[in-house]
């Protein structure tokens, strides 16, 4: 039997994967990297793209939103890959899952300039507040 990893991928709402894979492709920041069991222990900063795996001799893969990974060894146990992620999709037809980030990815911008505006809404009326203060303070 080929000794495998545990590959885990976890985003803020949800464990999109918790699998054993005998190896992986991801794309950091200096170009694509291999992982095998044993593997050097590692963090690393994820660039939004494609992870490539493979479970039970097929090639499955995990779109993601940009993100972390760690590997790292622990004593008497097997290779453990975390990746955290704002969003993934994982399968086995690339574009699909390629499509499905997309989506999320236009989701999490969206909410991003909603919560940017409510941020500024709430700015405004504190600063209005406590100008008020200030003018009933000096007495104007």
Do not use: C
């Amino acid at each position: 039997m080929n000794p495998t990893m545990r590959l885990e991928v976890i985003t803020p709402d949800n464990e999109i994967l918790d699998t054993e894979t005998g190896s992986m492709r991801v794309l950091l920041p200096d170009g694509w990297w291999g992982i095998l069991p044993g593997h050097a222990p590692m963090i690393s900063y994820l660039h939004s793209g494609v992870i490539h795996y493979n479970k039970e001799d097929q090639t499955r893969y995990i779109a993601l939103y940009q993100g972390t990974i760690e590997v790292k060894q622990e004593l008497g146990k097997q290779t453990h890959v975390l990746i955290l992620t704002a969003a993934a999709e994982e399968g086995d037809d690339l574009d699909h899952v390629q499509t499905l980030l997309e989506q999320q990815a236009a989701r999490l911008e969206e909410l991003a300039k909603e919560a940017d505006f409510e941020f500024k809404q709430i700015r405004l009326a504190l600063e209005k507040s406590l100008q008020k203060i200030n003018v009933t303070e000096i007495g104007l």
